[in-house]
């Protein structure tokens, strides 16, 4: 082999292991692994039936399904703003309903970049409350996978800033689970427990407190969780303004019917809701219409919506009009509009 064919070999090496080294790196999509929590509809599964204003009756309410309607939600919305995203359960049955420890070992063998489980609370006693809450493994301010404690923060910031319920603090709570939890030393939630990857149980909202309840039945309103800790996980991967689509969403309720069917009730959830009434959102000539359901909500939302100016218009079943408004809607968030109605509820 002359010089010439030494350096054209040396060439070509390089240029084919360049290629290769080239086509093995790694993927630039964030990661996330979803673990939707609980599941199966079975007696583990902490069974709710209330009696539900709406319907005049008794419904079920497993925790496990907003769970894994918010978790379907945030898996859809992921991939579309370029994610991967891997999670433990597509269905609610005994059988996906997985261990701890294959729940840790998907995770860890997931490549994920974070680990995210999708939850609500309960006090478990009589008096209620209404707050999101993020657990991360380790300390108050020291967690275990470095960045759990900001991770929490950016999404329960964003979970905190939904104007379609109603709060019972003027923020969010963060924990370390070895300080919010008196289990021992070092012991805290045992999905957390063997997790090595950054990130954190999410404690939505409160499904004990029977408004919240009443919404969490609502498959848009889980939609609207996930979209907010979306906007969370964009914070942390610094995609914040990559998606572009805008949200509207509110709630309809009448000023004039006061709310009996909580012990405690929280600032407009103190309003008796509007069922089956009938939301248009309209822009140059084109409309929109959402119907709030039977379950004694009010709740409307419209989601993946073009930045701009809208109206709105909110009516009952019998088109009496509850209120009108223009909307702005804005890339990457939601604007919230709750109508508070003199028009009393049940005469329409
Ligand atoms: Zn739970």
Known sequence: MNTIHR????????LVFGCLAWAQQPSVAPRVFINPGHGGHDSNDRPSPFFNVGVSDTVPYYESDSNILKGKSLMDILRKKGYEVMTTRVNNTSADDLDLFEIMSLAANSGADMFFAIHSNATGVKRKMNFPL???????????AAGSDSISRLIMNHLFENRATSWTRDNPMLAGDWTF?????????????????PGLLSEGS????IPE????????????????????????????????????????LSKSSPRSDSDQLFGDDNYRPFNHARVTLSRGGKKQVYYTDYVENGFFL???LEPG???????????????RCKVTVSPNKVTYRNFLSEVPVGLN
């Open 302 to 304: 419209f989601p993946e």
């Open 309 to 323: 100016e809208y109206e709105l218009v909110a009516e009952t079943a019998a088109a009496q009009v509850l209120g």
């Open 181 to 197: 939890y008196d289990w021992g030393p070092k012991v805290g939630l045992g999905v957390l427990r063997y997790n090595k990857l």
């Open 206 to 209: 409160f499904h004990d407190y």
């Open 7 to 14: 350096i054209l070999a040396a060439l070509s090496i390089t």
């Open 213 to 252: 309840r009443c919404r969490l039945l609502n498959h848009e309103y889980c939609w609207l969780e996930a979209w907010n800790q979306s906007l969370g996980i964009d914070d942390w991967f610094g995609k914040g303004n990559s998606y572009g689509k805008g949200v509207v969403a509110g709630r309809l």
């Open 134 to 144: 993020g657990l991360y493994r380790g300390e108050t301010g020291k967690p275990v």
